[in-house]
C-alpha cells in the first residue's frame, strides 16, 4: 500500500507530463534595428525551428518591433552566437524554459480538487460547470453549444437572473491553447459573479440587467493536449488534408478579412487560417451561438495572453471602426480601473496598429455582425513568463481584470442599443 501511495505522489508531481522535454529552451527578446535585422531574424526561422510568441508570426516582425521567440535547447547558442555577431540587440527572457515549467505550479502536489488559484486541467473545469450551475441554479445554466474535433462537448455557461429579452454580454477563453490564465480569468469571472450576488451592488446590478455568456474553454482540444503532451502548443487539433501539419489557429478562422493580413495559408504555421472561414468545428459552434442571439448580445469580449493589451477592431486592416472615439474612451477607462488595483499598466486601442493585423479574428468577426462593443483583452505579463505565468499571479491577474470587465459590462448596460 505504502509503495502505491508512493507511485500516486510521484505521478501527482509530474502532472505536467512533458517532462524535462523543455530542458535547456531559451526564450529570446529582440528588438530589431532596421530592415537588415529583420532579414536575420527571418533567417532565423527559415533554417530552424522557431517558435514566435510575440508577434505570433516570423511575417509581422518589422523594425523597432519587440520580438519574443523560443528555440530548441540544442540551437540556442547558435542563435546567441549569430544576434552577438550581426549586432542584434536582444536579452534571455527565460533561460530555461523547462525550470519555469516547473514553477509554474506553485505547489508541487496537484490535488485532485478544482481551484480558483490553480491551473486546472480540462476534466476539473468541465466537472466543474456542471458543479457551478448545479449549486446556483437560480443564477447558472450549462448548455452545449457544439462538439470539438475530438468530439469534447464545448460546455456554455448562461448568468443572470431570469427575465424577459435581456441584453447579453458574450465572453470566452481558451481561444490559443497555451494561455492558460485565459481559462483561468472565465472561471474566476462566475465565481466572483455567483459569490457577490446579493453582496456586491454593482455585480447584483449586473446580473439583474444582463445576462452573461461564459464559453471557459474554446479550443478545448489544443488545450487538452498542452496539459498531456505539448504545453507550449497553440492550434486546434484538427487534421489538414495533405498535410502532416495538425491544427488550425482558431483566431484566424473567422470570416472577417478572413486569410489576408497576419493569417497564414500554410497548415505547418501556427497563425494557419484553416481551409475556409470556420472550418473549425470550435469556431463554428461559437459563430453559430451568435449568429442565433445577435439580437440580444451586445458586446463581445475574448480573453487571450500576453502582451497587457486591451485591442478593439480592427485586427484585418488598419482602417479604425466608425464608433472609435467610443471605443477608445471606454478601453482607456477600463485600463485604468484595471491599473487601480496593482498599478498593471496595460495598453489599449484597434488592434492592427496597436500590436500587428491579424485577419480573422472573432473580435473583428463579432463587430462585422453588428456588436458594436467588441474588445480583446491581452492579460498579463509582458514577457517575463509570458505564456507559463505562475499560479501565484493568477489571482491578482484576475482581480485587475474583473474590474476591467465590470467596467465595460456597466458601460454597456448604460448604452444598451
Not at 517532462?19 to 537588415?36: C, H, M, S, W, Y
Not at 456588436?371 to 514577457?383: M, N, P, V
Request: with cysteine.
Amino acid at each position: 500500500m505504502w509503495a502505491l501511495l508512493v507511485l500516486i505522489g510521484a505521478a501527482a508531481v509530474s502532472a505536467h507530463p512533458q517532462d524535462l522535454a523543455f530542458d535547456g529552451q531559451k526564450v529570446f527578446r529582440v528588438i530589431p534595428q532596421n530592415d537588415e535585422q529583420v532579414e536575420i531574424i527571418n533567417s532565423l526561422a527559415s533554417n530552424m525551428q522557431v517558435d514566435f510568441w510575440q508577434p505570433d508570426s516570423v511575417t509581422l516582425v518589422m523594425p523597432k518591433m519587440q520580438v519574443d521567440f523560443r528555440v530548441e535547447a540544442d540551437k540556442s547558442f547558435e542563435v546567441e552566437d549569430l544576434l552577438k555577431e550581426s549586432g542584434v540587440e536582444y536579452r534571455v527572457l527565460i533561460d530555461n524554459l523547462q525550470a519555469a515549467l516547473d514553477a509554474q505550479f506553485d505547489s508541487k502536489v496537484r490535488t485532485a480538487r478544482h481551484s480558483y488559484e490553480k491551473y486546472n486541467n480540462w476534466e476539473m473545469i468541465a466537472a466543474w460547470t456542471a458543479d457551478i450551475a448545479a449549486q446556483n441554479p437560480d443564477l447558472v445554466s450549462r448548455s452545449v453549444i457544439g462538439e470539438t474535433y475530438e468530439g469534447r462537448p464545448m460546455y456554455l455557461l448562461k448568468m443572470g437572473k431570469s427575465g424577459p429579452n435581456k441584453a447579453a454580454i458574450f465572453m470566452d477563453c481558451g481561444f490559443h491553447a497555451r494561455e492558460w490564465i485565459s481559462p483561468a480569468f472565465c472561471q474566476w469571472f462566475v465565481k466572483e459573479a455567483v459569490e457577490t450576488y446579493g453582496k456586491d451592488t454593482f455585480m447584483t446590478t449586473l446580473l439583474n440587467s444582463l445576462d452573461f455568456y461564459v464559453l471557459p474553454v474554446v479550443n478545448i482540444d489544443g488545450y487538452v493536449y498542452t496539459w498531456t503532451n505539448d504545453r507550449m502548443w497553440r492550434k486546434t487539433r484538427s487534421k489538414n488534408a495533405g498535410s502532416r501539419c495538425i491544427g488550425t489557429d482558431p483566431n484566424r478562422n473567422f470570416n472577417a478579412g478572413w486569410c489576408t493580413l497576419g493569417a497564414s495559408k500554410k497548415p505547418c504555421d501556427s497563425t494557419y487560417c484553416g481551409s475556409a472561414p470556420e472550418s473549425e468545428k470550435e469556431t463554428k459552434a461559437l459563430a453559430d451561438f451568435i449568429r442565433e442571439h445577435l439580437s440580444t448580445i451586445k458586446a463581445y469580449l475574448t480573453i487571450h495572453s500576453y502582451s497587457q493589451l486591451l485591442l478593439f477592431p480592427y485586427s484585418y486592416a488598419y482602417k479604425l471602426p466608425s464608433n472609435y472615439d467610443e471605443l477608445n474612451a471606454i478601453a482607456h477607462a477600463a485600463s485604468k480601473q484595471l491599473a487601480s488595483l496593482y498599478n498593471t499598466e496595460y495598453t489599449y486601442g484597434p488592434a492592427a496598429t496597436t500590436i500587428y493585423p491579424a485577419a480573422g479574428s472573432s473580435d473583428d468577426w463579432a463587430y462585422d455582425q453588428g456588436i458594436k462593443y467588441s474588445f480583446t483583452f491581452e492579460l498579463r505579463d509582458t514577457g517575463r513568463y509570458g505564456f507559463i505565468l505562475p499560479e501565484s499571479q493568477i489571482k491578482p491577474t484576475c482581480e485587475e481584470t474583473l474590474l476591467a470587465v465590470k467596467y465595460i459590462a456597466n458601460y454597456v448596460l448604460e448604452h444598451l442599443y
